[in-house]
Every structure is written in C-alpha cells, then in structure tokens.
C-alpha cells in the first residue's frame, strides 16, 4: 500500500490503463495532449516486469494511441474496445462491431459552423464532439448527437466524456477489452486491475472487479489526478 492509500502493483497484477485523463492530462484539443518525458520508459520497463500483461484501453483509434505512446504498441482496446490488439501484436474485433453511418459528419457540418470552438472527432468506430473551449455549447452538441441516433439507438450510444459527447457502438465497451484479454497469456491467470477516469472506464472497472481484481478511478482514488497516476507506475517500474 502506498502513502495515499492506493495498493502498491505487485508483480501479478495485469494492468488495464486509459490514456487520457489517466496516463496524460486533458488537454484544451484532442491532438494537443503532451506525453510526459519518460512515460513510454515507465511503461515499458513496467511492461517487462509484468511479463507483458500490461494493456492500454482507450476510446483513441488504435493508430493514434500508437503515435503517442511509439515506440510502443501495447496490447489494449482501442475505440473503447472496437478494436483488440492482443500480446502478439495480433488485432482483431472490429468485424463484430458496426460501421459508423458515413453521412454522420456531413450532417453535423452545417451546426459545426456555427459552433465556434467547437472540435468534431472523427474516429474508425465513432466520433465525439469536444466543447471544453466552448461550453456554452454543451446541450447543442449533446441535442445534435442524439438526433443522429435516431433510428439507431439499437447499435450506438451516446456517452458523456471529458468536456466532450462521443457516440459509439454499443457493442464496443472496455470491459470487452478486458474480459478478452484476461483469456490468454500472459493475462490469464493474473489479478486484473482497471485503472480509468471517466464514464467510459467505469464498465472495464466493473470487469476487473468481476475477475477478482479492482477499479481505480482517477478523480476518486488517485488525488493528484494523471500526474499521481504517473508517479504510481514510475515507483513501481524503479522498484522493480
């Protein structure tokens, strides 16, 4: 256990890691977060002394998760568990999760230029809408989501995220991700520990626990919030 009361990682955890608001800071725009210096060091070496059962589980598309975090490609969930890369670098999952419906972006242009600061995210499974730099645009982007769900309630959902609403497949949940994963090695066979911030975390949270394992909830058991998460992992990788 460490000084703040957060289990210290013993060496039979398999750890399930988000990527913003947990390893990096939220930033004003999707493409402006900064990785830390030595992050991607902690994550490898943190890597190696978990055999590998270390996972990143993320709404980011696969190929964006990789440019932040290369040289690295953990294995993880990717669009919220759209996509699965396992420990062999083998990606698969995405051919049971439906297409988003290619008019979607054209039919919010027209509003998107009237909402000025305004971020539209386009992703392979999904996209979101960011107003952190616009707030006064909160329930005008939520109200524009919903009506693209219209007629398709039964394979999306709209889900509230950090300043921002995304739409995404209801079969793409991070507990896919984990359930998945803790199939095959090195995973199987390890305590699973879920470690996120948002509403998107909190089902790979439950699913950690489901395995007899814990959800770590960033605003709630990490006070330092990213930064605390950072110096969790890096105590653990130099006490390795």
């Known amino acids: 256990m460490t000084s703040s009361g957060i289990p210290a990682i013993e060496g039979d955890w398999a750890l399930f890691l988000d990527l913003d608001g947990t390893l990096l800071d939220i930033a004003p725009r999707p493409d402006a977060v900064v990785v830390p210096p030595g992050l991607v060091t902690t994550l490898q070496g943190l890597s190696h ?14 190929v964006v998760a990789d440019t932040l975090l290369a040289p690295l490609a953990l294995p993880g969930g990717f669009g919220h568990g759209a996509e699965l890369r396992d420990a062999d670098g083998r990606v698969a999952g995405a051919d049971a ?5 290619s008019d979607w972006p054209a039919r919010l242009a027209p509003q998107l230029a009237g909402w000025r600061d305004v971020i539209l995210e386009i ?17 005008a982007t939520r109200d524009a989501l919903l009506a693209l769900l219209r007629g398709h309630d039964d394979a999306f959902a709209l889900l509230p995220a950090q300043m921002a609403f995304e739409i995404r497949p209801r079969a793409a949940t991070k507990a896919r991700a ?11 066979g390890r305590r699973p520990v879920f470690v996120g ?22 605003g709630r058991d990490f006070q330092g919030g990213p930064t605390e998460v ?11």
């Open 123 to 139: 992703k392979p499974h999904g996209l979101a809408l960011h107003y952190r730099a616009a707030p006064q645009w909160r329930d």
């Open 49 to 62: 002394r978990l055999d590998g059962a270390l996972a990143v589980v993320t709404g980011r598309a696969r």
């Open 230 to 240: 950072r110096a969790w992992l890096e105590a653990a990788h130099a006490g390795a």
């Open 197 to 218: 911030d948002d509403v998107t975390d909190e089902d790979g949270m439950a699913a950690a626990r489901d395995l007899g394992g814990l959800g770590l909830h960033v």
């Open 97 to 101: 999760v439906p297409a988003l419906p």
């Open 178 to 188: 984990v359930h998945a994963l803790m199939q095959a090695a090195p995973f199987r």
